[in-house]
């Protein structure tokens, strides 16, 4: 059973930096789709980025490509976000899901993909 931990969240000015983890456990499958998704208040889960741990290929929110970085560490078996020049916007509950898949497809878009979640860490921005 794979577990996902996030951490990370916190408050910061609009400009300020945050990075989350995600630490997963429980699998030793090497092809997963690892993501981040956000859900604001009000608003729908949204996909934020996601990278494929066999390539380490990765793909954006168009809000939040330049900002965010998405990367992980496979000895660690942690996931990050790098969230960079934070807006009012990005505040939301941030989650991290994983999707064994063997190929590199890993939708932003398809919540449903994702098999595993985490509980979420808040993110708060303010103006």
């Known amino acids: 059973q794979v577990q996902l931990v996030e951490s990370g969240g916190g408050s910061v000015q609009t400009g300020g930096s945050l990075r989350l983890s995600c630490a997963a456990s429980?699998?030793?499958?090497?092809?997963?789709?690892m993501a981040w998704f956000r859900q604001g208040p009000g608003k729908e889960r949204e996909g934020v980025a996601a990278i494929y741990t066999d390539d380490s290929s990765t793909s954006y929110a168009d809000s939040v490509k330049g900002r965010f970085t998405i990367s992980q560490d496979n000895a660690k078996k942690t996931f990050y976000l790098q969230m960079n020049s934070l807006k009012p916007d990005d505040a939301a509950m941030y989650y991290c899901a994983a999707d064994p898949s063997p190929i590199p497809r890993c939708l932003l878009s398809d919540e449903s993909q994702y098999n595993y979640w985490g509980q979420g860490t808040q993110v708060t921005v303010s103006s």
């Open positions: 429980g699998y030793t499958y090497s092809r997963y789709c």
